[in-house]
C-alpha cells in the first residue's frame, strides 16, 4: 500500500521495505516496464493513548517507461497516524520530491509530420502526493490525490501537462469458514 500512498510511511511498527519490477507484451517494442523501491519506518511506534499521533517517514524510487515515454520518481514521505479506538486508526501522508520525465521522438512515428512529436527532451518537476487512510480491525478505506503539482510540459509539446490523479481503494476481510 505504502507503493501507491504516502499515509502508510511508518504504518507498521516494524522497517517496511517493498520492491517490485515488471514488464509487460514481451516481443512488442515500446513493451511498458515499470517498478519501484520503498522503504519506511516507524518514528514513535507505541500508543499512548487515544487520539495520540504516531508518525512514520519514508521514500520511494519509481520509474515506469512505455514506448517513447519515461517517468522516474523520486519521493519521501511524511504520515501522521491518529488512533481512535483499539481498532480504527486515520493516517494522512504526503510524498514530496521530483519527477523527471522524458520522451524520445525516435520510439515515434506519424502519418505526417508534427514538429510537437519530432523533438526529443527530458526535463525534471516538482512532484507532491496526498494520501489518507482509514482502516478497522476488518475494514480500509484509502484515497490518494496524485500529481497535485500541475506542471506544463513546455519541453514537450504544445499542450501537455501533469494532471492530478484521483485514487480510491477499500476492502473488507471476513471469514468463509473455520
Known amino acids: 500500500q ?4 504516502p499515509a502508510h510511511a ?5 522497517l517496511d521495505a517493498h ?10 517494442e515500446g513493451a511498458p516496464k515499470s517498478g519501484f523501491l520503498t522503504l519506511a519506518v516507524p518514528i514513535n511506534a507505541k500508543v499512548k493513548h487515544w487520539l495520540s499521533a504516531r508518525y512514520g517517514v519514508g521514500a520511494k524510487i519509481e ?33 514530496g520530491g521530483f519527477v523527471q ?5 525516435q520510439n515515434s512515428t506519424t502519418i505526417d509530420p508534427d514538429p510537437s512529436v519530432l523533438k526529443s527532451n ?20 484509502g484515497a490518494v490525490l496524485q500529481n497535485l ?21 477499500g476492502g ?4 468463509l469458514n473455520k
Do not use: M
Open 172 to 175: 473488507y476481510r471476513y471469514s
Open 63 to 95: 520509474l515506469d517507461n512505455i514506448g517513447p515515454f519515461t517517468t522516474n520518481r523520486l519521493n519521501f514521505s511524511y504520515a501522521a497516524h491518529f488512533n481512535f479506538s483499539l481498532d480504527t486508526r486515520l493516517s494522512l501522508g504526503l510524498y
Open 2 to 5: 505504502f507503493a501507491i500512498n
Open 122 to 141: 527530458s526535463f525534471i518537476k516538482p512532484d507532491a502526493t496526498f494520501g489518507a487512510w482509514w482502516n478497522g480491525k476488518n475494514y480500509y478505506v
Open 101 to 105: 520525465f522524458g520522451y524520445n521522438a
Open 10 to 14: 511508518g504504518i507498521k511498527p516494524c
Open 19 to 28: 520492491s517490485l519490477f515488471r514488464t509487460q507484451w514481451q516481443g512488442f
Open 149 to 169: 503539482v500541475t506542471s506544463k510540459w513546455e519541453e514537450i509539446g504544445s499542450d501537455s501537462k501533469f494532471r492530478i490523479h484521483t485514487l480510491l481503494n
